[in-house]
């Protein structure tokens, strides 16, 4: 202690430490802040960069216990790197918020976070000031804004059977490793968010969407489950494996003789005595199955777990059990069956009872892995999609994936406007803000031209991620816009012989881009604004 600090006393007597190793912090200020943080976000951009498009490649991902993730989904990359730079960490931050608001775009929103850092650095080097560089990226991100809401069109959701859904669904399945298997996932996609959504307030919940997946089968196996499937089994083998009208009793109570709260010690001196203790709790076991099957119950789901006594005489009186049962798991099935959590043996009633229409334990394969599916529910809004796959990590994939086609169709429920994608959006808003520029007089137009500059970034990087020259096939779409009007031309990355993304039906949510445009820039303008970086000499 006396090393580190010096303890003093303020004039009421009160103690403070007063630290000593403030001068051995380092410090770095100015034009080289910039340049570390800059660098060190870019750094973090350029590794996602080959990641984005339908060609674009996955990335294999180690942790320090061992287990691998194959994945090219970028804030599945950014969680799991081990970012230590303290600016770089704010890349990582940006991609977690487009995951939680739009839940697609992850890779996009960084990537062009780390092209306008890049424009950045150059306007900085010309001797332009951070500030008058952030004020400039935020008239030009209204800009590209505006002119994103002016090409966006309305789509009818419901119209051919919701195909216009499935084909959003697809565009944002194209780039990932279930891509043999878009289509069938994207119709499971927008069956749940349909299944769940409340059109009138155009509102999903998601919480009535439970993604459960098994090793063993194919991609193809996955299926839309309308109910829920419960990664546990039948707590003995000789109850019934099916129960059809089922009347199920939701318990967060063990099933167990009570214990006192506090330490207690209980003496037996003879062996009468032991019998009689013996005879009660086996009465305290009868007493809760009879009260169970006194209120109708048929099936019931414990959140606890319960002995093989407990569980004999369960299996005797014709009472199927399931133990084990997570508390997510039992609040959804609460919601499914219409049936009420019930947290003491008291209160068991008739009226607190879930119902539905079957349940069953299923088995896969030659393995002995089994699962509870919850069908034909009271409250069929709630579903489960049961994906499949040959091993963890292609299940641990299809996983995400499905929660991006999920989060894109909710999208579409919410504002039902897209964009075209193919980087066609990002070249009409590089023109639009070119323009813009031209009509700004004062330094703010050299940052809206290089905000303009940075957009190139996400066509350059579908046509190189898809082994086209980037810059004949950026010049030749810019070129397209400009002479036929027409600002739905993009990279062609599946080689169809046509640029127009309009006729290619690759669609993005107008929600997303927008919400890439102003979350880069947002990062963008604070990492600009820290000029001042102290820290300590062994962290450097």
């Known amino acids: 202690m006396n090393n580190q600090a010096m303890l003093a006393y303020d004039e009421f007597g ?7 190793d403030q001068g ?13 943080n800059i660098l060190a976000a870019r750094t973090v951009a350029n590794i996602l960069r080959s990641s984005l498009g339908p060609r674009g490649m996955d990335k294999m991902l180690v942790s320090p216990d061992g287990d691998i993730t194959v994945t090219n989904d970028g804030a599945t990359i950014l969680e799991q790197m081990e970012v230590e730079h303290q600016t770089a ?13 739009i839940g697609d775009g992850t890779t996009g929103v960084v990537v062009m976070a780390g092209a306008l850092l890049e424009q950045a650095q150059i306007l900085l080097d010309k001797g332009l000031h951070p500030m008058k560089v952030a004020d400039g990226f935020e008239r030009a991100c209204q800009a590209a804004v505006a002119r994103c809401q002016e090409i966006a069109q309305p789509i009818d959701i419901f119209e051919n059977d919701h195909e216009q859904l499935i084909r959003a669904a697809i565009t944002s399945l194209g780039s990932k490793v279930v891509s043999n298997h878009q289509r069938a996932l994207a119709k499971i996609a927008v069956d749940a968010v349909l299944a769940v959504a409340d059109m009138e307030r155009k509102d999903v919940n998601f919480d009535l969407i439970k993604v459960e997946g098994k090793t063993g089968g194919t991609l193809a196996d996955t299926q839309l489950v309308r109910g829920i499937v419960v990664d546990k089994d039948i707590s003995h083998p000789q109850m019934v494996k099916e129960i059809r009208d089922a009347k199920i009793c939701i318990l967060t109570c063990p099933f167990e003789p009570p214990k006192p709260k506090t330490k207690h010690k209980l003496d037996i001196k003879t062996a009468e005595d032991y019998k009689k203790l013996q005879a009660q709790e086996k009465q305290y076991f009868i007493d809760m199955v009879q009260k169970v099957k006194e209120s109708g119950a048929n099936l019931v789901i414990c959140q606890w777990g319960f002995d093989d ?13 399931v133990r084990w049962v997570g508390g997510v798991e039992i609040e959804l099935i609460a919601i499914a069956t219409g049936g009420r959590i019930i947290p003491r043996f008291q ?9 539905a229409g079957l349940v069953k334990e299923v088995g896969f394969g030659t393995t002995k892995d089994k699962m509870i599916v919850i069908e034909q529910c009271a409250n069929s809004r709630a579903v489960t999609v049961f994906v499949r796959g040959g091993n963890k990590m292609i299940v641990d994939e299809a996983k995400r994936c499905i929660h991006d086609a999920v989060c894109v169709v909710r999208n579409l429920v919410r504002d039902n406007r897209v964009v075209f994608g193919g980087g066609s959006v990002e070249v009409a808003c590089g023109l639009a803000v070119h323009n813009a520029a031209d009509k700004v007089s004062t330094l703010e137009q050299y940052a809206m031209r290089a905000f303009a500059d940075a957009l190139d970034v996400i066509p350059t990087a579908l046509a190189e991620n898809s082994g086209l020259s980037s810059i004949d096939t950026l010049a030749a779409v810019r070129a397209m816009q400009v002479q036929q009007n027409y600002p739905y031309f993009g990279i062609d990355c599946l080689m169809k012989g046509s640029n127009d993304m309009r006729e290619q039906l690759v669609y993005e949510t107008l929600s997303s881009k927008v919400q890439q445009l102003q ?3 947002q990062v963008v303008k604070m990492i600009l604004k820290i000029d001042d970086i102290i820290s300590p000499t062994e962290c450097c």
């Open 89 to 101: 960490r704010l890349l990582v931050e940006l991609s977690k918020s487009q995951d939680n608001e």
């Open 309 to 321: 006594e407990a569980n004999h005489l369960l299996m005797q009186n014709q009472l199927p059990a």
């Open 14 to 20: 009160r103690p403070f430490l007063i630290i000593k």
């Open 24 to 36: 051995e912090k380092k410090r770095v200020k100015g034009p080289e802040a910039y340049k570390a």
């Open 347 to 355: 209160e068991i009633d008739s009226s607190k009872l879930g119902s």
């Open 519 to 521: 979350l880069a820039t």
